[in-house]
């Protein structure tokens, strides 16, 4: 089957080869297109080689290739780098960086990963600027200090959106459906993956066939079992 996959173009170009692996070939569509902001990346690199943080956490693989690069390469000596996910946590090592993985791909799950450790620890975070409450609220009650960098921006392509020839589109997350300019989804099966994208599909009218677990591959092993089983 091709699937359409909603990805920032640039962080696409592992996905044809992760869907060959299960036996489909990927079509990369870009709802939003990145908007990097390279004073706020100035200025979050030079206060970690600084040393004014605890912890880093990179929330995705965008701003982990623009500033695992800039980071001094004994970083992990000063702080703690966490990475939501392998794909994230490569990028980093790539640059020399040995980051941790966060053992799930929501940000919900950094405060109980880094447990009573995270008190009075300051915690750096560059990424885009969309609010993310919940993951603030959290480290703030847990007794951490939040240092957030929106160093890049995410911009609706205002384009809309080509899915000619997919049988499967998958939304990447809740932004990439919600800010899409969507054809008509007759015969085409809606994914999300992860399971806040698709609260945000449905809110919008749109039930995914199958959830993944915020990973394309976990949601890639979703649809093969969603169909065997039709």
């Known amino acids: 089957m091709q699937i359409a ?3 920032l173009t640039e962080k696409g170009k592992s996905d044809s ?6 036996g489909h070939t990927a ?8 908007e990097l902001r390279p004073s706020l990346v100035q200025t979050f690199v030079l206060a970690a080689n600084d040393g004014e943080f605890d912890a880093i956490f990179f929330t995705s693989a965008y701003p982990a290739k623009h500033i695992g690069m ?12 966490i990475a939501i996910g392998p794909q994230t946590a490569k990028i980093l090592h790539d640059d020399g ?10 940000s919900r799950d950094f405060v109980p990963y880094l447990g009573d450790w995270i008190e009075g620890k300051r915690i750096g975070i560059p990424r885009a600027d969309v609010p993310n409450p919940d993951l ?16 890049y921006g995410l911009v ?7 899915l000619e020839g997919s049988d499967v589109v998958i939304f990447t997350s809740a932004n990439s459906f919600s800010e899409a300019l969507l054809p008509d989804l007759s015969g085409i099966m809606p994914a999300a993956i992860g399971e806040i994208t698709a609260e945000r599909m449905k809110a919008g009218g749109v039930t995914p066939v199958v959830v993944g677990d915020g990973s394309l591959e976990g949601t890639l092993v979703a ?6 089983i039709k």
């Open 70 to 81: 800039l980071l001094d390469r004994e970083i992990t000596r000063k702080c703690r780098v």
């Open 97 to 106: 960086i040995a980051a941790e993985v966060l053992p799930s791909f929501y």
């Open 5 to 7: 996959v909603t990805r």
């Open 223 to 228: 649809l093969n079992a969603y169909l065997k």
């Open 17 to 22: 080869e992760l869907c060959g692996k299960y």
């Open 27 to 34: 079509k990369i569509v870009s709802p939003l297109k990145a």
């Open 156 to 162: 609706p392509t205002g384009e809309l959106l080509n």
């Open 136 to 151: 603030i609220n959290a480290i703030e009650n847990a007794g951490g200090m939040v240092y957030e960098y929106r160093c």
